[in-house]
């Protein structure tokens, strides 16, 4: 027997440990099963190349509750240890690890929150254990050695009567953790962080039911046996080969990923590179709407199918976290603080690639089958329009595939929309003038309008719209994007030829006060125009600029904050060639104040702004005038 102290300076380690290294204590359990898995490995390792002469057979890591004894062991089958090498790896290296990272870190080390980055894995069984044993025998053939220790720099170091290969690890529950002597706990554990290790995890026992034999009656029971309990995937889908699985084995293992979901994904996007870093994963399109909050968190990072986390801010780009699936990649360390992972330049890498592969995809789905592309286009317009908006290589990309839907359903890319629209949808200064909608039935009077004139109106309904048109603006030459209802319709494509007024320019101010009277408690802007004598006589516009930058801050538009408080601002547009308005010039005293109204009111109803007592004064009005 050998008992000793760890060689460190600093006397209480332990403390240090518990209360610096590890901010979240639930993780001792990934960080030990990580280890069983990577001694598991280790053994196929020097067994594929022969030097380690044994068999590999199927081995397996155990984890074990003794609820009576208050203990949690954690058992391999893989590499295991000699007497010294628990000597080297174990008082030594991880310890030493240990002190480098307190002597750095000390101040911000529960802010980092970096572990097993300096191989100090194991030592996170003391968070939830008092004393900790290790009994391990190596595939070498040397006895097996018993290392304990109880929380202190003090260890003892024996030989132990251990016959089978491997590392069998004792945690002594400490009395303020005994949650994880909980069956329950240990499982929800393991189905967070294990669940699709590369070896098999057994955690208790489970009934199977067999299949009933050919003369059993139809009241018999079905026989049942009891089976290891194996809790996770050791080959989930992401490590295979594409060419290897079909259509229903990306469904399969969605269902897997998220058993509450009912929804088929629309389709999956496998990720498999392996220069210049290591990424594997299936990224799945569900189906989206217009929601954008409630999809995040929904795709899970491992490193090396070990679960890490599922907020993957900073390594998959923004637009793509409200898709779904899992990332796996050995380039990123188990645990590290949100400053580095931004920082670091294997992420950033990784982000851009995995943008890359996402807009190829697309572009691939897009020409192979434009039909079906189409039809999911509602689906999937979010993650592309945000991603056009906020990533340059995606907009570039985006520009084959990019769909821009009219209030027809029908569906042109960038470069069809300006062939199909350029000659008449041009104004007189050359600028292409794109008609949008964002509510068909709301705007419909104005779609109509649009149409008779010959022009395509688009029909951009989704959150971001108001963002991604500033940016189509800005980055396509001669182009405005203006919403259909935004002024009368030979206002908002200006061409050369002006209609010739009815009224005199007196005329046109006469009317315009008497309007500006009969309204005033309104904030609207009243202004007489020359038009087609067929069009409305009273039209309600809202100022393309203002309602833009106000949806903008409205969806966080950033410095956007001052148009957000402003009021609604509108205008009423007065066709002074219409026949009611040279009527209501005619008219005198309580007539022209009521057919003003009307004519407003009617006007105010078409772009569903008459609500409370001005709708049903409005009603009362109406019905008096058909007595």
């Known amino acids: 027997m050998s008992t000793g102290k760890i060689n460190v300076s600093v006397e209480n380690i332990f403390p240090l440990i518990k209360k610096f290294l590890y901010s979240d204590h639930e993780i001792f359990l990934r960080e030990l099963i990580s280890n069983a898995t990577d001694a598991t490995l280790k053994l196929k390792h020097l067994t594929s190349i022969g030097e380690a002469n044994v068999e590999y057979e199927n081995p397996r890591i155990e984890v074990k ?13 893989g590499i295991g240890m000699t007497k010294e090498e628990v000597e080297k790896y174990i008082n030594q290296l991880a310890f030493s690890g240990a002190e480098e990272f307190l002597n750095k870190y000390e101040e911000g080390a529960k802010d980092t929150g970096i572990i097993g980055h300096f191989g100090l894995g194991f030592y996170s069984a003391f968070m939830v254990a008092s004393k900790v044993e290790i ?34 690890i004792i945690l002594h529950i400490a009395e303020d953790s005994t949650e994880f002597l909980e069956e329950s706990r240990i499982s929800q554990l393991l189905a967070k962080y294990n669940k699709f290790m590369p070896v098999p995890i057994k955690f208790g026992m489970k009934t199977e039911t067999l299949p009933k034999p050919e003369d059993a009656k139809e009241d018999d029971p079905a026989p049942t046996q009891e089976v290891d309990n194996i809790i ?59 929601d954008m909050n409630m999809q995040k968190d929904k795709i899970q990072l491992y490193q090396n199918q070990v679960f890490v986390t599922d907020n993957v801010e900073g390594i998959v780009p923004d637009f793509l976290t409200m898709l779904r699936g899992v990332i796996d990649s050995p380039d990123i360390p188990l645990n590290v603080s949100r400053s580095y992972l931004q920082a670091d330049g294997a992420v950033k890498k990784i982000s851009g690639y995995i943008t890359r592969k996402v807009a190829d995809k697309l572009k691939s789905l897009f020409n192979a089958d434009r039909e079906d ?54 104004d007189k200064d050359g600028k292409m003038v794109i008609l949008y909608a964002s509510d068909k039935d709301a705007q419909h009077s104005y779609i109509e309008s649009a149409k008779a004139k010959g022009y395509e109106v688009l029909l951009l309904d989704s959150p971001i719209v108001p963002h991604l048109i500033q940016k189509l603006e800005t980055s396509k030459e001669n182009v405005s994007f203006v919403r259909v ?28 006060t008497a309007i500006t009277e009969a309204i005033a408690t309104q904030s609207y802007t009243v202004q007489v125009e020359a038009m087609d004598s067929n069009a409305a006589p009273f039209i309600i516009t809202q100022p393309e600029f203002m309602r833009r930058m106000k949806e903008m801050q409205q969806t966080g538009g950033g410095g956007m904050n001052m148009f957000g408080n402003m009021p609604e601002m ?6 002074g060639n219409h026949a009611l308005v040279t009527d209501i010039l005619s008219a005198e005293g309580e007539e022209k104040t009521r057919l003003i109204k009307q004519s407003f009111d009617l006007a105010k109803l078409s772009q569903n702004l008459l609500k409370g007592e001005e709708l049903t004064n409005f009603i009362k009005r109406s019905y008096e005038m058909i007595k």
Not at 140 to 166: M, Q
Not at 244 to 260: A, V
């Open 485 to 512: 209802d935004g002024d009368h319709i030979d206002n908002l494509i200006k061409k050369e030829e002006e209609q010739i007024s009815k009224l005199s320019d007196e005329d046109k101010e006469t009317v315009k």
């Open 135 to 168: 009994i391990t025998k190596s595939y070498k053939d040397e006895p097996a050695a018993h290392w304990t220790c109880d929380g202190s720099p003090e260890f003892t170091l024996v030989e132990a009567d251990k016959k089978e290969r491997g590392t069998e």
């Open 232 to 290: 996770n995937n050791p080959d989930p889908a992401w490590t295979k080969q594409p060419a290897d699985l079909e259509d229903e084995d990306y469904k399969n293992f969605y269902r897997e990923l998220y058993p509450s979901q009912f929804e088929e994904p629309l389709f999956n996007i496998h990720l498999n590179v392996d220069y210049p870093f290591n990424l594997t994963g299936i990224l799945y399109f569900p189906k989206l709407g217009q």
């Open 570 to 575: 509108y205008n009423l547009v007065v066709n």
């Open 373 to 426: 592309f189409e039809k999911k286009w509602d689906d999937i317009k979010l993650v592309i329009e945000y991603g056009m908006l906020s990533e340059d290589k995606f907009f570039e990309k985006a520009e084959k595939f990019a769909l821009y839907p009219t209030v027809d359903k029908t569906y042109f890319t960038w470069e069809e929309l300006e062939a199909k629209i350029k000659d008449s949808q041009t």
């Open 65 to 77: 509750i003794d609820k009576e004894g208050k203990k949690l062991h954690i058992i391999d089958q």
